[in-house]
């Protein structure tokens, strides 16, 4: 009942080269295009999905793994921590009162290089990328 038919089809693709090979192009393209196009959009409708209040308990808890595990205190003098610091209440100072929910923490990681995170609870962490770019806003 058409099943022989569906099998013959299989058969002809299991013996042909060429259509071997159409059908592995065709499964890469359709693959690729999930992984640019779907993945962000399915991404993009998670993110909004999850409550405010979990995607900053998930922030919290990230940054305390992180600080457990690859960072460690800051190498950055007590003077230049104060000055970054002074820079940095400038930047809030010109953000409305709902978006000023960051706080500025100093450590090093030579696991992870110099980065930059920016979690929804508030945290910003960073090494010569951020300090270089408080240097920008002073000047």
Do not use: C
Not at 47 to 72: C, H, K, N, Q
Request: net charge positive; glycine share 8%.
């Amino acid at each position: 009942m058409g099943g022989g038919r569906f099998f013959s089809r299989v058969h002809r693709f299991e013996t042909s080269l060429k259509l071997a090979g159409l059908a592995l192009l065709l499964t890469g393209i359709v693959v690729l295009t999930f992984i640019r196009f779907a993945i962000p959009v399915l991404a993009e409708r998670m993110a909004y999905a999850i409550p405010p209040s979990a995607e900053i308990r998930m922030g919290e808890e990230a940054f305390a793994f992180l600080d457990r595990s690859v960072f460690t205190e800051t190498g950055l003098p007590e003077w230049r921590q104060n000055e970054v610091r002074g820079l940095f209440a400038r930047i809030l100072s010109g953000m409305s009162q709902d978006q000023r929910n960051y706080r500025l923490i100093f450590r090093e990681s030579n696991a992870l290089g110099p980065t930059r995170w920016r979690y929804r609870a508030g945290l910003l962490s960073s090494r010569m990328d951020l300090w270089n770019w408080l240097i920008r806003m002073r000047s």
